[in-house]
């Protein structure tokens, strides 16, 4: 194969990693529409935005130091916008303590962290070892991000039902981790093709999970201590606990490669905001204990 036909493949996959990964950055859209319409942000949490916009810079600033990556540069340019999109509308709507929380994380991350890495490789490395320590840092971070997926794995394990890992997003996620691998296979950049392998084989092992679970009766559906919930026209089901309710960019998270995002990372906290709490009625007639959603 010429050099030529190398060239038009690396473009030909920088470009559809460009158009997927756009994809999966639009796929908190329905969370940020509740958010709007109830005007409050509830159980929502700002880690996997924040997250993907750290992510975002950090791959910027590594293709700026390289050369020939002009499609990493632009598909993050456009994530970090839409990232910081996120974050500013998270913020309009979140309550005091969350937003206080949030802006912590920012300045942790953003501000010190992502500023520690630039301030350190300018002034204490140059050349070609600053290209492969930044490299490392986000061939690491990527791995670290891509074992997000496992909590969603886990939780689809523990109860047999895989409400929580939309098979649309697992297949856009790991159609984005192969584009993404040969794209930095092409451009002999291994610092973009390795975390895209473990992207890959967690996007599959999703994909599998669904069609083993997908037709398997939730463990919450069950009895709960011998408790009996009885069957109603407007009777809603008994939500489970959901303090490990991740989404795999998750899911993602989330993108495979150039922005690991975690779309929807947590999203639901301990309190599990906006469930109805049970309530407990007696009966004066046959002394029996309802259950009611």
Known sequence: MTTESFAHLTLAFGLLGN????????????????????KSTEGYQSVPYVVGLFSAMLWIYYALLKSNTM????????????????????????????????????????????????????????GANRVTIVGWICLVFALCVFVAPLGVVRQVIKTKSVEYMPILLSVALTLNAVTWFFYGLLLHDFNIAIPNVLGFTFGVLQMILYFVYKNKKPVSDEKVWGIEIKNKTEEQKVPENKDEEIIDIVKLSALMCSIPVVAKLNEGDDNNVGVDPLVVEPQASNHTVEVAA
Do not use: D, W
């Open 71 to 126: 499609l990493l540069i632009t598909i993050n340019s456009v994530g970090c916008f839409i990232q910081t999109f996120y974050i500013c509308f998270f913020l309009f709507y979140a309550p005091k303590k969350a937003r206080i929380e949030s802006l912590k994380l920012i300045g942790l991350m953003i501000v010190v962290g992502f500023g520690l890495i630039v301030g350190l490789t300018q002034f204490l490395a140059h």
């Open 19 to 38: 158009a997927v990964s756009f994809m999966v950055f639009l796929s908190p859209l329905p969370t940020f529409y509740k958010v709007y319409k109830k």
